[in-house]
């Protein structure tokens, strides 16, 4: 008997109910997704979560009430927490750091195409940050300014050994888990296990924090 695919819990979280509706109408209806319940600020979205337990929460960034950032950083405070999206119309640069920062593992603005949401529902799902083309260029093209942060990344990531450093810039980069074993030359599971030291040498929460780090020491 074949065994059955997992379906993607996502929890919507936002504070216009026409912006909820539309997500709604399009998750709900592409393979292997099911919107399990809404919130309208980030305070209903911790509640939601322990109503719900989703696999993903798509996170609006800026509501009354408690804001997308500060509900970010308590849901993946949690023992088991969900994969957080962070969608919104303002890419403003502290934006995606703060919420990255909080352990949102992507960001997408609202005029994202559906088929590229649904995608990244996925993939965040499975554990591959995501962010937008535009996210990704702006945060690629931001220049270390305060020499501060570029020590300190420095300084954190002197705590790896020179493989899990390897590995670490090239998720900086981008690289999924096969590109860095291709690229690498060891297996995938080396590479997940790499990945997950990097996570607990450094008190991280996700890929994402990775690759800021790797952005933040000039290692990109």
């Known amino acids: 008997m074949a065994t059955m695919a997992r379906v993607i819990r996502v929890l919507l979280v936002d504070d216009d109910p026409l912006v909820r509706a539309g997500l709604s109408m399009m998750l709900d209806g592409a393979s292997g997704i099911t919107v399990v319940g809404e919130a309208s600020d980030g305070g209903e979205a911790v509640a ?3 109503a719900h337990a989703p696999d993903v929460v798509l996170m609006d960034l800026r509501m009354p009430g408690v804001d997308g950032i500060t509900a970010t950083r308590r849901l993946r405070a949690r023992p088991v927490p969900p994969e957080v999206i962070v969608l919104t119309t303002f890419d403003a640069d502290e934006d995606i750091l703060r919420a990255l920062r909080a ?3 992507g960001f997408l603005l609202k005029d994202t195409p559906p088929p590229q949401l649904v995608e990244a529902v996925a993939r965040v799902a499975a554990g591959e940050p995501i962010l937008s083309p535009r996210v990704t260029r702006r945060l690629m093209e931001r220049t ?3 020499t501060g ?10 705590a790896l050994t020179p493989r899990e450093s390897e590995v670490a810039v090239a998720i900086g980069r981008g690289r999924t888990n096969a590109d860095i074993a291709a690229e690498l030359a060891m297996s995938v599971t080396t590479v997940k296990a790499h990945v997950s030291s990097i996570l607990t040498k450094l008190d991280l929460d996700n890929r994402t924090q990775i690759a800021l780090l790797a952005h933040d020491a000039g290692l990109t």
């Open 144 to 146: 270390v300014t305060q």
């Open 103 to 105: 352990g949102a593992s």
């Open 48 to 50: 939601g979560t322990d």
């Open 149 to 158: 942060a570029y020590e300190r990344a420095r300084g954190t990531l002197a």
